[in-house]
T-cell receptor
């Protein structure tokens, strides 16, 4: 069956360190992979998009990698801050349609 | 205000009642989506719409009805609410030609069915 998996356990990181979140997928050939941030009581907010032919994308303290061989994307936050605490969702877009296929998200907690 | 809004933000209803959740966007995005989000699950697509008067089922459409007579509005109706429909509902919009399917979400409606 088709799956997209994110670590369901919360990730606790010390402030200032790099946080790395994982998104694994099976049985898809995504054209794009997106990362969103969701704060409690709010809707997801788009952060970054990476295309299948891109290895890495950066935006300020954020970095996303995309390995189509491993079927995995990694999301990094460098110099993490308590304000980065949130749930991070990954989503795939396949060429066959415009719908997003969502992971369940990983809760990130940055401790001061 | 520009953006995507949902109403009500919170709703408590009883089993068997009809409930309508509203969604309004000001961007004139062609695509709109309704999701539900439950603990332990990712966002699950209920219905989507590619344009006014064009709607289609998503992953979990049973018990829901949508309409889209105007581009900016996409209401979701629970015809006869059940306890299993207790959830947080998110509306989203997207303009595929622009930002490659990036979706923009409303603040959500927390629905409790007693």
């Amino acid at each position: 069956s088709q799956k997209i998996e994110q670590n369901s356990e919360a990730l606790n990181i010390q402030e200032g360190k790099t946080a790395t979140l994982t998104c694994n997928y099976t049985n898809y050939s995504p054209a794009y992979l997106q990362w969103y941030r969701q704060d409690p009581g709010r809707g997801p907010v788009f952060l970054l998009l990476i295309r299948e032919n891109e290895k890495e994308k950066r935006k300020e303290r954020l970095k996303v990698t995309f390995d189509t061989t491993l079927k995995q994307s990694l999301f990094h936050i460098t110099a993490s801050q308590p304000a980065d605490s949130a749930t991070y969702l990954c989503a795939l877009v396949t060429d066959s349609n415009y719908q997003l296929i969502w992971g369940a998200g990983t809760k990130l907690i940055i401790k001061p | 205000d520009a953006g995507i809004t949902q109403s009500p933000r919170y709703k408590i209803t009883e089993t068997g009642r009809q409930v309508t959740l509203m969604c309004h966007q000001t961007w004139s995005h062609s695509y709109m989506f309704w999701y539900r989000q439950d603990l332990g699950h990712g966002l699950r697509l209920i219905y989507y719409s590619a344009a006014a008067d064009i709607t289609d089922k998503g992953e979990v459409p049973d018990g829901y009805v949508v309409s889209r007579s105007k581009t900016e509005n996409f209401p979701l109706t629970l015809e006869s609410a059940t306890r299993s429909q207790t959830s947080v509902y998110f509306c989203a919009s997207s303009e595929p030609q622009g930002a490659r399917y990036t979706q923009y979400f409303g603040p959500g409606t927390r629905l409790t069915v007693l």
